[in-house]
């Protein structure tokens, strides 16, 4: 009886999805795929993620990677990452004039603002003073700031961060623009900008 009902609910299930023009047909260790049903996963027997779609859907790359968002890019830095431009663990008094021309540090609040000056000044500017500015200093998105929401062109770094066309070069070499992503990865790296 308990299998007559396992079956009953079975091909009711089955039913309801082929009636909206979806279905499933695939070995889940096969490592085969059926028109219909995209697979990831290698075919040594590994169990692999499946998913359904409409019939007639077309198959995208999209497709292997079932189950898991597609990488976020990090457009991600801290402000002492942007600010100690040689890289010498130390954010100077000329570091902190630079970062003062740009729009990123004009549109912190007063009391902000004096926290990084008293960081700069009374604490030796190094990271650990900066750190205890807050988090939301140590997770600046530069794509805030980022006018064309990808990338930054050499007029917006000199804008947004104050620097001078020397170090603008330092950070776009032979480019014009760099990719939002790749100047947090510039940030996040140890590549000396000092003017």
Known sequence: MKNIIALVVFF???GSLSAYG???TASSYSGSASSGVSSAGSSTGSPQAVTIRAAGSPVSDADSRVGSPPPAQNTKTSLFRIMDSNRDGIVTQ???STAKKGTLFKGFERSTKTSIEAAIINYQGNE???KRLGPRLQN???Q???ENRNYFARSHL????GINDNQADKILGAKDSILTA???NFFNGNRNFAP
Do not use: C, Q, R
């Not at 000199?158 to 961060?161: L, P």
């Open 94 to 96: 000329g570091d902190l």
């Open 182 to 184: 790749e100047l947090a």
């Open 158 to 161: 000199k804008s947004v961060f």
């Open 12 to 14: 009711a299930v089955f």
């Open 22 to 24: 979806s279905y499933w």
């Open 144 to 146: 805030t700031y980022d």
């Open 128 to 130: 650990a003073s900066f």
């Open 140 to 142: 600046i998105n530069l």
